[in-house]
């Protein structure tokens, strides 16, 4: 009789199986906690009331009575679900109204609605990209990004993130490739916050002959005064040939999409098995997904995207000011730069801004589960992020703002941070300090 391995070995044995235990018997797992509200700037979590500084809400929408309203609408015209694919039975007006709204955002030919941001990625890139050609994608690219070059099974050439000249040498390299190359960024980084250098990515893919596609799941509803991305902001959207984005965060719902030429979006209609093969998305979320957009572009938009910003700026201050090392305000290029965009400061010559993601650096991964409890024990909710997510050494608290953190709850949260930190050091020893500039 024949033996085998059995495939589930690797679930009773994988590499993290003691650290897991570990944390579980410590009460200090910091995911899968169960929250009971709204997603609003404070919540309830688990039977108590937390300061939410982890949530990808960033202009507070998902409360906005007019997106409740888009869902509700949609729920009740077409029902819980479509119960079938877009190719088939399951595409609605609201559809259609959403790819045409996205386009004119976008200032593209045309754009695609996915069920989920993991879907516009993965059928994106699966779908483009073949054996014969060459991917580039930086070192902190959204995992769905390298899921797709993956599925994609091209030739895969990772650089270090926003390394430029890391990129050019990949870049030179794909030239021997053979097959078309095709550069991915995101717009804005998860985890570290900080920003793209499109303007020099778009030289370098001009001089190498590559395409570039950028992933705007952190940058649209949040940079540019229209809210419409990093490429946006930074003045060259009409040299990125695709653009993706997700509507799980700004817009307050769930989904994906990408917009670039008809050419190409029209060949991911009919080409892509992620879209062609998935159930359309309940209408519910493609309403509230057109409610949001339609807030951001309306006159409410740009004084959300002015205070989220601001937020932010608030937030990554205190947190410095209070002894925590987190990153430093991003300095902006002038040139093709967005004038007048939200969030921008200039001092001394510079242009600086802070997005709504400010990662605390905290370095070993028991000290961050510790310490992630003990914010969490005093009330307020944040991200963590261990290895692998992050390179060894390099744990961090992800904390994000919303337009709808009020000036009086972030302060609430910096004093508990502050007294969380005098507590933990008593206890721990010192945590890293503010980052020299």
């Known amino acids: 009789m024949h033996t085998s391995t059995d495939v589930f070995a690797k679930v009773r044995d994988h590499d993290r199986t003691e650290v897991l235990a570990a944390a579980r018997e410590a009460d200090v797992l910091p995911y899968f906690h169960v929250l009971t509200s709204p997603a609003m700037p404070v919540v309830e979590m688990e039977g108590a009331e937390r300061i939410m500084l982890g949530s990808n809400n960033y202009l507070g929408l998902t409360a906005d009575e007019r997106v409740l309203k888009g869902a509700e609408d949609a729920l009740h015209s077409f029902g819980t679900g479509l119960t079938g694919s877009r190719l088939l039975n399951g595409t609605i007006p609201l559809h259609l109204e959403l790819e045409r709204e ?5 200032q593209t030919e045309d754009a695609l609605v996915f069920t989920t941001g993991h879907q516009a990625n993965l059928g994106t ?21 390298l899921d797709g070059c993956l599925l994609s099974r091209a030739k895969l050439r990772p650089f270090r993130h926003n390394r430029l000249d890391k990129l050019e040498k990949m870049l030179d390299r ?81 989904g994906g999409f990408v917009a670039g030429s008809h050419e190409v979006i029209d060949y991911l209609r009919i080409s892509s098995r992620a879209f062609l093969f998935t159930a359309s998305a309940v209408p519910a979320a493609v309403g509230a997904a057109l409610a949001a957009l ?13 205070q989220v910003l601001e937020n932010a700026r608030r937030l990554r201050d205190g947190l410095h000011e209070r002894g925590f090392s987190v990153v430093d305000a991003q300095a902006l290029p002038a040139e093709r730069l967005q004038e007048g965009a939200p969030g921008v400061r200039e001092a001394a010559g510079a242009h600086t ?31 963590t992020a261990l290895h692998p997510a992050v390179p060894p050494g390099g744990a961090m608290l ?3 703002v919303m337009a709808t953190h009020d000036e009086a709850t972030l302060e609430r949260a910096l004093e508990i941070f502050s007294q969380v930190k005098r507590q933990f050091e008593s206890e721990h020893g010192p945590l890293p300090g503010p980052r020299a500039s």
């Open 102 to 106: 996205i386009a004119e955002w976008m």
């Open 125 to 145: 890139l699966g779908t483009l990209l073949g054996p014969a050609d060459t991917v580039i994608v930086d070192s902190g690219d959204h995992a769905s990004i």
């Open 174 to 254: 794909a030239q021997d490739d053979g097959g078309g190359v095709l550069v991915v960024v995101d717009g804005v980084f998860s985890m570290e916050g900080d920003i793209a250098p499109l303007g020099d990515i778009c030289e370098l893919c001009e001089r190498y002959g590559a395409r570039l596609m950028v992933d705007e799941a952190h940058g649209a509803g949040v940079l540019g005064t229209r809210g419409a991305g990093t490429a946006e902001l930074l003045g060259v959207a009409d040299r990125v040939d695709l653009r993706v984005g997700t509507f799980s965060k700004s817009l307050a719902s769930c």
């Open 294 to 306: 339609r807030v951001l572009r309306s006159n409410d938009g740009p004084p959300l995207l002015t």
């Open 353 to 383: 801004i802070v997005t709504p993601i400010i990662p605390v650096l905290v370095g070993d991964d028991w000290t961050a589960a510790l310490l992630w409890r003990s914010l969490y024990d005093a009330g307020v909710f944040v991200n």
């Open 398 to 400: 992800r904390t994000s």
